[in-house]
């Protein structure tokens, strides 16, 4: 086992100094902290937990910055994630993107400029957030996993530990559930909603 | 299912997202080791107040914590825990330095002991017989010479006794005298121990039905060890048996020399209305020869004695009390108690008030027996000398042989009178101590001045 590189003592991470703008000096800071793999897992696990991101808040930069979080955290302890980490990313990414959404306390700016730069899911992802925090929390992990993260049945049931089928049950109840808070929303808040 | 929610041009994460992840982990990495860190000290910290806190008996320190904090102390205290001086309730002195000491601690009582004089008090022993802290009422009486040490006049036992516990180690164990089963009052000079006690149990339906019952005096010579009955037939036949040691006083003056009295006697009052009967022995309780008691009327309610010498007598009657306040007289005698004058009084309370060109020439406040925790609140140390603790009432002194009486002010600052149990001893004429619970432990070296200890 390669702890070497791992979040253990054996990672180099008492880097100190400045590691801002050089280019040496970002190959210096990667030379000592990368932990083993995980350079290699990077790219698919960021595209993940931005996808997951971007799916609840809708906004480019709350999205990268919420998946830089969530990777940042999984470097930190990379040695006990790295032979399955598409699950503890996703989760990760996704209460954070749900916290961040939820912080969101200042009233929209008003809208002066084209209609076009408005997100066309806003309402969309508002509701969802409180579908999924409504939901059991087995039934979120799996509709997470399975719908936001886009994991097939078979990774989400390695992530939750348990059958293929329990997984469909739990998406299944967990999507019903969700699908009526989502219809309930609508009905009562119009169409406008949904187009705005 | 969530497709429409994507990003319509979904980044492609490169070196500098790589870079910012990496400058965040490291980040992370650091707080946990600060967190690591502050927890590690938070836990040193803790454990160094909890260390403070619960005061390890190793660690000597001035008796001068609240007794809150002592109570806060839970489970069996060790030997050796200190003890606040504001949590003593009762105290005795064998010389200069050695003292020892009932203090309260979460309602009962603990043997307290102190070896410099006061200063500084310990848990001597935590798991004394039942029945002597706050919630028996604080009704226990005590006793030491050396190691040798006597307590009774405890709560009633489950079967009604009264009975006498004797250590012979400082107060570690104790055992039952084989006397009684109502033990009223206890002296000891050396090993020669004199106690009064009575076959009748006072607080059973057998004891009861045995009245009359008659007072004994029970003598040891060895410390407490063994026991016999001197006076025969019996020194006082008693209407009732005692219900407590309020009720029966001993006072002890020599070896042999000694008064005794009592509220409940029968053929031996000299006053049948009044109930009180005091006798007197000069041969170590051989025989018994009465005295009057000059107690009458109302204030026929409580008495208590106290003698400076053989023949120098003080005399305490009550009334009944009240709101602190209690009429009182106050007797003396220098022939042995066979005539008495009346030196000062209180009145007002349950009695016509002094007329007001002669005003009290004792405190109205304050209770005497068979209202105060203990009957030993008269310290008499001299014809002109002597002491008055009475409960509810600051510590009185008096240096006229009793016509008038003054408090001392910087106990009465410091909170004595204010209704707390404690009481007054003397070893010498000018060596004294008074403690209050709740207030503390004075002292005072020259009969006149006064200080606290343990502060």
Known sequence: MSESCGVGPDLVWGYGGSVGGGGNEDRALRRAAIPDGFDQAFEGLYRLAYRVAYRILGDRGDAEDVAQEALARAAARWSRLKDRPEGWVTRVASNLAIDRYRRRTRPAPPLTGPVGIVDPHLGERGDLVVALRRLPRRQREAVVLRYLADLSEVQVALEMGCSVGAVKSHGARGLTSLRRHLTESRGKDGDDVWAS | ?455
């Open chain 2, 1 to 455: 299912m969530f497709g429409h929610l994507d990003d319509p041009t979904p980044i492609s994460p490169g070196e500098s997202e790589l870079t910012g992840v990496l400058r965040r982990a490291q980040r992370i990495r650091l707080r946990r080791r600060v967190g690591t860190l502050v927890a590690a000290g938070l836990i040193v910290v803790a454990g160094g107040a909890g260390f403070l806190v619960s005061r390890p008996a190793a660690v000597p320190i001035p008796s001068s914590e609240t007794g809150y904090q002592f109570n806060a102390l839970k489970g069996p205290l060790r030997v050796g825990t200190p003890v606040p001086t504001t949590a003593l309730l009762n105290v005795v002195f064998v010389d200069a330095q050695v003292g020892f000491a009932l203090a309260g601690h979460r309602g009962e009582a603990v043997l307290a002991e102190t070896t410099d004089g006061g200063s500084t008090w310990q848990v001597r022993n935590d798991r004394l017989p039942p029945g002597y802290g706050q919630n028996a009422g604080y009704p226990g009486q005590f006793e030491f010479v050396g190691s040798d040490g006597y307590l009774w006049g405890g709560a009633p036992t489950a079967d009604g006794a009264a009975p006498l516990w004797v250590t012979s180690d400082g107060g570690i164990s104790w055992h039952e005298a084989p006397i009684g089963p109502a033990v009223y009052d206890v002296s000891a000079i050396g090993e020669n121990v004199w106690a009064l006690a009575s076959a009748c149990n006072p607080n059973s339906a057998t004891g009861a039905a045995a009245s009359p019952c008659v007072l004994v005096l029970e003598q040891s010579v060895d410390g407490g060890a063994s026991w016999s009955a001197v006076s025969g037939s019996g020194l006082m036949a008693l209407t009732n048996a005692p219900q407590s040691a309020q009720h029966v006083e001993l006072a002890r003056i020599t070896l042999s020399r000694a008064y005794v009295l009592t509220d409940t006697a029968d053929q031996l009052a000299s006053d049948p209305n009044s109930g009180f009967g005091l006798v007197y022995t000069g041969n170590a309780g051989q025989t018994w020869s009465t005295r009057p008691v000059p107690c009458a009327g109302p204030f026929g309610l409580g008495a208590e004695i106290a003698a400076s010498g053989t023949d120098d007598l003080w005399f305490l009657c009550g009334s009944q009390a009240s709101g602190g306040d209690q009429s009182k007289e106050l007797y003396r005698s220098s022939d042995g108690g066979f005539t008495w004058t009346l030196t000062a009084s209180a009145t007002g309370l349950g009695t016509p008030p002094p007329p007001a060109s002669e005003p009290n020439t004792l405190p109205l406040s304050g209770y005497i027996a068979p209202f105060s925790v203990g009957h030993k609140n008269l310290a008499v140390l001299s014809p002109s000398t002597a002491w008055l603790y009475p409960t509810r009432s600051s510590l009185l002194e008096t240096v006229s042989g009793g016509r008038s009486w003054f408090s001392v002010p910087d106990l009465v600052a410091a909170g004595f009178g204010a209704g707390s149990p404690g009481n007054v001893t003397f070893i010498s004429a000018t060596q004294g101590w008074v403690c209050s619970y709740g207030v503390g432990l004075w002292h005072t070296s020259d009969g006149v001045h006064w200080s606290a200890l343990g502060v």
